[in-house]
């Protein structure tokens, strides 16, 4: 049996991490760590784990995590992993990082959109975890940098179809909605219900700093540098993420040609699942669950190219994805622990 722990264990992808872990029968869920919450029992966080969870929050100590842990999960805000990762490296335990520290093989792409790095050397040695991807390289990666939400939801259409040359690089835009939890759970005036609720905005428009992650995958997928316009928008509901991306074809490719692409892409990949009715996926198709749907239309008079797709932003965009990457750095079935039915309503 796997010991695993988690570092950030009480924000929201911490607490997703949780409820996925805490059913998974190859792995014992050993160590949380929380600054903010050190000492306190975890279901008096989130009751919902009341008599299935029966761990106490800790201070974030390095030796502990490796006495107890194998995998070590980093549920953090941006810059503290790359403080306590060296450390977990350096001790042979395997790190699957939520945040943004190691998502980028290159740490000079890392530093024009957050911060400087302090572990440059562990970045580069770091495998982008989008499982469908990239699953060879993870299988025997030391730390994944877990995708975020947003460019997970706006790789897993458009891979397929750059890599097989069907649609225009240079005309992609991204149109990305999100609900609140995305924000995650530290207090902010812009996620208070009376700011959010019966409304609906863009923000950080063509300025998102996931814009540079999206742009160094697909930019790797085609041998050539990819600009995308992004847009993220926020929704009044606590999760879900809807993604429609726009983009020019190549040729005069028929729905079937599409439906091909992606589906024989994703054949066998449980988690994606492509429709070939043109019907649009919705969010609650996919609620507490590790799927991406995806949708398409041609519009023929114009020769572009409809996406759209949705996730769990707290699963597939967060704790699931980490919990699959779990799953391939194992070599056991990539959907163990990770089964769960979508609500019908």
Do not use: W
């Amino acid at each position: 049996m796997t010991k695993v722990g988690i570092a950030g264990a009480t924000g929201y992808a911490g607490a997703e991490l949780i409820r996925l872990l805490a059913g998974h029968p190859e792995v014992e869920l050993t160590v949380l760590t929380s600054r903010q919450y050190a000492g306190t029992r975890i279901h008096e966080i989130y009751p919902s784990f009341t008599g299935v969870v029966e761990l106490d929050c800790e201070a974030y100590d390095p030796d502990a995590m490796c006495d107890r842990a194998d995998i070590v999960f980093t549920a953090l805000p941006h810059t503290i992993p790359m403080e306590i990762v060296p450390a977990l490296a350096a001790r042979g335990k395997r790190v699957i990082d939520l945040s943004a520290d190691f998502r980028f093989s290159d740490p000079a792409v890392y530093e024009t959109v957050y911060t400087r790095h302090t572990a440059k050397d562990l970045a580069a040695s770091g495998v982008y975890g989008l499982c469908e991807v990239f699953s060879e390289e993870i299988r025997s990666a030391g730390i994944v940098g877990n995708p975020g939400c947003y460019p997970t939801s706006v790789l897993l259409p458009l891979v397929p179809l750059l890599r097989e040359k069907l649609i225009d690089p240079s005309t992609i835009i991204a149109d990305s909605k999100s609900g609140v939890s995305g924000a995650g759970r530290s207090p902010s005036v812009v996620s208070l219900f009376s700011e959010v609720a019966e409304s609906f905005k863009a923000y950080k428009v063509a300025s998102h700093r996931h814009e540079p992650e999206m742009e160094a995958v697909l930019s790797r997928i085609a041998n050539d540098p990819v600009d995308i316009t992004f847009v993220p928008h926020l929704v009044p509901m606590s999760r879900g993420m809807e993604t429609t991306v726009y983009a020019d074809l190549t040729g005069d490719f028929s729905d079937a040609d599409i439906h091909s692409c992606l589906s024989s892409y994703y054949d066998g990949r449980r988690f994606v699942r492509v429709s070939g009715s043109g019907r649009p996926p919705d969010t609650r198709s996919v609620r507490g669950t590790n799927y991406c749907d995806i949708a398409f239309v041609v519009d023929r008079s114009r020769r572009r190219l409809i996406l759209l797709s949705v996730i769990d932003n707290l699963v597939k965009g967060a704790a699931g994805q980490a919990v699959q990457n779990m799953n391939i750095m194992l070599q056991i079935p990539e959907d163990t622990g990770l089964g769960q039915m979508p609500y019908p309503l």
